[in-house]
């Protein structure tokens, strides 16, 4: 295809702003999905993600559209929605030329649409604002029109107004792609380059890579080399997306598609690495991308020993789709033999936890997540800390460093006070207010991470009455007071309930964790002590009081079979505790302790 | 022997019981009969015999002969069996009391629940509290056999004086046996809806647990064996057929909703009392659930009713019935219990302390809990 007639763009935009909605409407005005097969919202492939209403991973569809009587080749290149994945917009970015700034016109800005809005910026788009659900009674166009301006500093006048439901104004968006996002550049007849901008595992076919042909061109049955990987391959299939994966015989200049070259695992794969032909030898890489980075960690473990295998199995089976997960093997006292896991937030643990229960029907423990942190010891090491477990004897740490983001709220401006005192009270240093519309305010906040990701953002909700939307960049280690806090069963150290804790909060958060797990943990036949600990000082203590008493009612033969159903409730319910001593402890406790409020 | 009639429903009554049709009576009787002659003839004698409902007291002398001879009929009753008769203090007056002693009843079993006339009205208990002495009066001056009381303990504003009022208006009589039966709310009846509608009807768990102490204290001053969590006798006046329940030995249960045991299968009857005699006069199942207990099933039931009892479970009878697997699957919880002083071996029985036996439910949780079970086949 002449590459004057590509479009790659993306859309970025703040979850609920109808994204996956308006790409339904293009894939049914170009045609590209026949009637009877359209499922609502195409691009959300996995269950999960039709179930959330997010979109997880990229996902691209090649439509063609006909302006002025000559046929064009537009490639929307989906990105998710999530603070967590920020990696992969970035990643979608880079296959593009423009990118749809797409804004909800009763609800404005917000602060996901500044930072991606950003990042597009940084990919050097052409971007431009398209105002969404015009047809609502609450819209606000000119408003929204105003905030992009002041917040963005993008020209609003250029804006398109749409209703990607109705789908008034979406043909002359349509349109306007064609006229307004440039073609790809790139050269038709040097050697091929093509960059992997994403990959994903399939039961049948392997690993498919998502490319983009930025020199030359790729024709099946090619011989060629992934650069860095330094791996060769054939090139067995190459196609587009439409969206369903539909072969091609070749993919030019600009163009966007998959290949598959018999790839057994995607840890075999470098996101934004470089595919050539392996003949061209003198081939150069084309700049890669920064690797996602796990920031949030935590144990989980199989409630039977004896799963072990099959957990590991599930985990290995789940990284095969999703490279930015990560896991070593860890053993806990409390919890027996399991994996330290990371994730790039915590919708992603979440995310990976469910598919893991719903994949593998492993019954897992999950223990409370924490950030990585730093330690820098008196010999002058840097030891990363991705588990309580792994620091250090005090007496041989220099500095505790934990990670700081720069978190931006925004926020209509009657709930500045509640913000400002939420933040603070999560350790947070004030950086800025600004006005980015009427009654519309951007807060900037420097916090520590650790702060953040447990409940921050339904806290943040629910003192804005839900108005309120953030979005955080990670800036640097720093320093500060922090210890490790270690829960007592019994006088047994829980390791999986140890946490790390600023030295000032231990005794709240203390205490808060001992009330949560005395509600999980059911009464036994004997006294359970519970106690928080920061070194040899016990910071807080609960009990939990013995039973004394069952309700003894008659026991007569036509009892015998009932007694025996309530045992065996029993027995069922034993497959989601774990044993500490003698003390049995829901597998809802070790996640619970999360939601305990100091 | 299950007799469903009662004059009037308790609130708090479960059981599969009809309003009184003193027509039916001679068609229920000859349906039990019935029934019996279905089930497959017993290999040994009768032990015990129990009549229970309902209100088997409400049956005429003559009818209740007819079934004792019926069963006969078909198994001897061995020699100095028990036969148990449950009445009301309504049921009871001197010639019934002389006509039951001929029939050869050898226990009767008195539902007191209490003698507070407004708690009794409440429940929708056909007597009042003088009645109840009435009737106790009349046992205690003519009657020969063995005889048991029940009370109820756990009411709504129920206090300690309450609760030993009503037991010494048994000692004073010199109850043989007496079963002390903890308020439970189950689905299906009055309390139930009451309960359900917010009214409180039970007091609350942590007077239940001093009132424990104290009526048990009480009774056992009074020379009584509390030989099951609910029940305590002075010597030699146990029930013999509850406690075949609590070894988990075979029984057959004849009348609408009875259950009977006979390993490996369990079955309870249909509980509507015309649906029963339809079955029964059209020649069909009166059964109306059956299961085939697993071992392990059978191992969790004997752990479940045997450690309610002072004696616990024989562990003869579990190598009897189990071999040498019962004690692997109940390894831990049998190292775990002995540490915490919740479980002992004497005399071969494996028991639970006195001072434990309250929670003896919460106990065998933990068996079910540990247990270890063999690959199924």
Known sequence: MNRDCIRNFSIIAHIDHGKSTLADRFLDITRTVAKRDQKKQQLDDMDLERERGITIKAKAASMDYIKDGKKYRLNLIDTPGHVDFNYEVERALAACEGALLLVDASQGVEAQTVHNTMLAEQADLMIFPVINKIDLATARSDEVIEEIENALAIEGERSMKVSAKTGEGVRELLDAIVDRVPPPEGLQDAPLRALIYDAEFNDYRGVILHIRIVDGALTAGARIRLFEGNTRHEALEIGIFRPALTPVKSLSTGEVGYLIANIKTLSDVRIGDTIVLDKDSASEALPGYRPARSMVFCGIYPVQNGEFDNLRTALIRLQLNDSAFTFTPESSDALGFGFRCGFLGLLHMEIVQER??????????????????????????????????????????????????????????????????????????????????????????????????????????????????????????????????????????????????????????????????????????????????????????????????????????????????????????KKRLKMVGNVEIPQKAFLAVLSADD | MHVPFCTDRCTYCAFATMADRPALHRDLVDALLLEY????????????????????????????????????????????????????????????????????????????????????????????????????????????????????????????QDLTFDLAQLLKRSAPHISVYGLTIEPGTQLHEQARRGSVVRLEDTYMDSYDILWSSYLHGFGYERYEVSNFALPEARSRHNQAYWRNEDYLGIGPGASSSRHPLRWSNLRDTKQYLEQISGNRDTRHHVERLQPSDRLLESLGVGLRTRDGVDIDELERRFGDSWRIALAAGIQQLKQQRLLEEVDNNLRIPATALTRADSIAAVFARTMELPPSQ
Request: charged share 30%; with cysteine.
């Open chain 1, 356 to 573: 893991l229960e719903r994949e593998s029907g492993v019954d897992i423990v999950q223990t409370a997540p924490n950030v990585t942190y730093e330690i820098l010891t008196i010999d002058g090491e840097v030891l990363q800390i991705h588990s309580p477990s792994e620091i250090p004897d005090p007496t041989k740490i220099e500095e505790f460093r934990e990670p700081v983001v720069k978190l931006d709220i925004v926020t209509p401006d009657t709930h500045v006070g509640a913000i400002m005192k939420l933040g603070i009270d999560r350790r947070g240093r004030f950086l800025k207010q600004e006005y980015i519309g009427p009654g519309r305010v951007l807060i900037g906040f420097r916090i520590p991470l650790s702060e953040i990701i447990f409940d921050f953002f339904d806290k943040l909700k629910s003192v804005t009455r839900g108005y309120a939307t953030m979005d955080y960049e990670l800036e640097n280690f720093v320093a500060d007071d922090l210890v490790k806090m270690r829960i007592l069963v019994n006088g047994e150290e829980v390791d999986a309930l140890s946490t790390i804790a600023h030295q000032s909060h231990c005794e709240p958060r203390g205490r808060a964790i001992l009330k949560v797990l005395r509600k999980e943990i059911r009464r036994h036949l004997f006294k359970v002590a519970l106690q928080a600990a920061v070194g040899g000082k016990i910071v807080a203590r609960e009990d939990i009081a013995p039973v004394r008493k069952d309700v003894t009612a008659k026991c007569y033969g036509g009892d015998i079979s009932r007694k025996r159903k309530l045992l065996e409730k029993q027995k069922a319910g």
């Open chain 2, 37 to 160: 002659g279905r089930r497959p003839a017993l290999e040994a004698g009768m032990e015990t015999v129990y009549f229970g409902g309902g209100t088997p007291g409400l049956l005429a002398p003559g009818l209740l002969e007819r079934l004792l001879n019926g069963l006969q009929a078909r198994s001897r009753l061995e020699t100095g069996a028990e036969i148990t008769l449950e009445v009301n203090p309504t049921n009871v007056s001197k010639d019934a009391l002389s006509a039951w002693s001929e029939l050869g009843i050898t226990r009767l079993s008195i539902g007191i629940q209490t003698f507070d006339d407004a708690v009794l009205a409440g429940f929708g208990r056909h007597h009042d509290g003088d009645l109840g002495r009435a009737a106790l009066d009349l046992i205690a001056e003519h009657w020969k056999g063995l005889w048991s009381a029940d009370l109820l303990v756990g009411f709504k504003d129920q206090t300690s």
